[in-house]
């Protein structure tokens, strides 16, 4: 059963999320008791002040950080449990990342950038991975930057090949930590029309964390989370 | 992405590259110059002294020879029965007999001790026309003035004088300088102003020592050559003679001990408990000595430890650079590079995944400087080779020439070394950073 059919089913269910920082004498609470559902197939956007535990959120749904205490499920799985390499396979076969900074590789051409999740995912061969890497950059809208590194792009074009390379790997979930944060409007603009469009097209779920108030206007669900904990 | 990763700061690979090439070439020299002094060390003892690779010694021989030399000696039957079974020892090269002594040596006006070694003129000859001394002490194989023992009758008493003994007795010539018609010359009064001249004139000396047997023992004998030799310890009293010359000084058939040497040393442990059987089996109560025992090699076995600790000091101070040049190298480039390694965390990489990638890296770049560097060593050992610089070692007669011999052991070697050490040192930088939190590292420079 691929994604498309189990559209609208909750596949990531969060319960009493718990996560707590300490900087030096100081507990920061980031996140007090957390529930939450996400469905197949939703565009939702996660917002905040500064502070209120959005990107802690996003990287406990990641697998990239541990939460103190609580239960996240991810298509069923336990995944607070799981081993280190375990959580390693687990985002590179279902999670794609989109980071506000793009965090491409600079000695990487887009090709190869794109590529990079793929080449250790050794169940795709290399003639599946030439196709996936040419059908993302595609989707983008940047077949003719295949060869340019990322110094040669606009900050625009850098957030679609990260966009690209969250996608490559077919992931069944997306996050997008503050993805137009370093982005000037028009650029925001078409990279919030772009991850809609592959919403729809690709029936990828999305969740992303933003202050940007256009893209709050076009999401099909918002998440207002406020010190830890989320408003409904 | 590992090679490519080495473009982005290029100047700190450079100078990483060029602490591991340098530290590759040092060593590559160091190595080079232990070689060359080993093997100089080890074929002075076994050929230049004639050590050989195995003594035989009558039991306690070794120690009490020169309180007791009679009772301590080979005789002649145990002599004959050794050169028995030596000769039926297929890896054994040369073999043969060998006097040491001391006594006092004279130019009729003037006597000085002496410490002499006689030898079968014949095995001197095989001695100095040995590959390895032709191939590692070319310059000590010949004399230094006259022409060998083998040269002479046994009759004419030919004995060599070291160089600092024949400059004590004033015997600044050799038989063969001599006219044909040379008469016997004597000084009758060692003050005149022409005695030097007339000490000089001839080449006979006298031999003077204790006999085995108790009684005085002396002999004339002619100077036939000079020869450096090769430590300083020496070089005032040595004296080469036959075999049979110094026999008859001491007035016995017997010997101090007997020689052996190798056509393949490797076999020197395998070849020594074979002849310990053999002689054991027939009767004979004997000690053996292999040549790198520190009893009978004292100089070799002192000096090549002195030479080891030395360069094992160096050794650790440039391997202590090197890994603290990687070091530093590395660390800054992880730590500039900790958000990246957090997006590929962050994409599926695992902690092994991206360590191999660092070492991954710096095996790149030390592979490079190991080739850049053994370039550099090559060059350089050329180049000092080719200087001939002389320099003063301690404890060796005259001047060594710097030269350095590496072979491929001490090149691989230091290859395997600097590798080794710039993995490691890459891995101990990089563990740490690959499990540190993947929030914490996608934080970068705000960490």
């Known amino acids: 059963m691929n994604s498309n059919e189990k559209t609208g089913e909750t596949f990531v269910e969060l319960k009493g999320l718990v996560k707590n920082y300490r900087l030096g004498q100081t507990v920061v609470s980031a996140l007090r008791g957390v529930d939450l559902e996400l469905h197949r197939g939703e565009f939702t956007a996660v917002i905040g002040a500064s502070g209120s535990g959005k990107s802690t959120l996003l990287n406990m749904i990641g697998c990239i950080d541990n939460p103190d205490s609580g239960s996240i499920k991810f298509d069923g799985v336990e995944i607070t449990q799981l081993s280190d390499d375990a959580k390693s396979h687990l985002r590179n076969q279902k999670i794609g990342f989109i980071f506000q900074s793009f965090n491409l590789i600079p000695v990487l051409n887009v090709e190869e950038n794109v590529e990079l999740p793929l080449l250790i995912n050794h169940s795709i061969s290399p003639i599946e991975r030439s196709e996936r890497v040419a059908a993302a950059i595609a989707d983008v809208g940047l077949s003719s930057f295949m060869k340019n590194r990322p110094d040669q792009l606009s900050g625009g074009q850098r957030q679609r090949v990260a966009i690209a390379r969250a996608l490559a790997g077919n992931p069944d979930l997306v996050l997008a930590d503050e993805p137009t944060a370093n982005l000037d409007s028009t650029n925001s603009g078409k990279i919030i029309d772009l991850m809609l469009e592959l919403n729809t097209r690709r029936k990828v779920t999305f969740l992303f964390s933003t202050h940007d108030a256009n893209l709050m206007n076009r999401v099909s669900r918002i998440v207002n989370i406020q010190d830890g904990v989320i408003r409904v | ?447």
């Open chain 2, 1 to 447: 992405m590992a090679l490519r990763n080495l473009s982005r700061n290029k100047r700190r690979n450079f100078a990483t590259g060029a602490a591991i090439a340098a530290g590759f070439a040092a060593l590559i020299a160091l190595g080079g110059f232990v070689n060359r002094m080993e093997n100089y060390l080890r074929v002075y003892t076994i050929y230049a002294t004639r050590v050989g690779h195995i003594n035989i010694y009558k039991e306690h021989g070794f120690e009490r020879f020169s309180t007791k030399p009679k009772l301590y000696s080979l005789d002649e039957h145990e002599l004959r029965t050794i050169q028995d079974i030596v000769a039926s020892m297929d890896n054994v090269e040369m073999h043969g007999a060998q006097i040491v002594g001391m006594g006092i040596i004279g130019n009729g006006c003037r006597t000085v001790p002496f410490i002499a070694n006689g030898i079968d003129p014949s095995i001197d000859l095989l001695l100095r026309n040995h590959s390895q001394m032709r191939k590692w002490m070319p310059k000590l194989r010949d004399f230094d003035k006259g022409r060998g023992l083998w040269n002479y009758d046994e009759s004419q008493g030919a004995i060599a004088l070291s160089n600092g003994l024949a400059r004590l007795l004033g015997k600044s010539r050799v038989f063969d300088e001599l006219p044909k018609d040379q008469k016997s010359v004597v000084v009758v009064d060692c003050s005149a102003p022409d005695a030097k001249e007339k000490i000089s004139a001839d080449t006979n000396v006298q031999l003077v020592a204790g006999g085995w047997s108790g009684m005085m023992s002396a002999l004339d004998g002619e100077v036939v050559a000079n020869f450096a030799s090769a430590v300083t310890e020496t070089n005032n009293s040595a004296i080469l003679t036959s075999l049979k010359l110094l026999q008859k000084l001491y007035d016995t058939q017997n010997a101090t001990f007997y020689s052996l040497w190798l056509k393949n040393p490797k076999e020197l442990s395998v070849d020594m408990a074979k002849l310990k059987d053999n002689l054991a089996a027939a009767g004979l109560k004997t000690e053996l000595y292999p040549w790198m025992d520190e009893s009978v090699a004292p100089f070799y076995t002192g000096t090549m430890q002195f030479i080891y600790v030395m360069v094992g000091f160096i050794s650790f101070v440039l391997a202590a650079v090197v890994i603290l040049s990687i070091f530093n190298s590395a660390t800054m480039t992880i730590i500039e590079r900790s958000q990246e390694i957090g997006m590929m965390r962050s994409l599926g990489f695992t902690r092994r995944q991206i360590r191999q990638l660092f070492v991954a890296e710096m095996v790149f770049l030390s592979g490079i400087s190991v080739v850049c560097g053994g370039i550099v060593a090559a060059l350089g050992v050329f180049v000092v080779n080719s200087l001939g610089v002389p320099y003063k070692a301690p404890g060796i007669a005259g001047h060594m020439t710097l030269q350095l011999t590496p072979n491929f052991l001490i090149v691989s070697t230091s290859a395997a070394l600097t590798l080794s050490l710039a993995i490691l040192t890459t891995l101990i930088a990089v563990w740490s950073v690959a499990k540190t939190n993947i929030a914490t590292l996608l934080l970068g420079s705000q960490r």
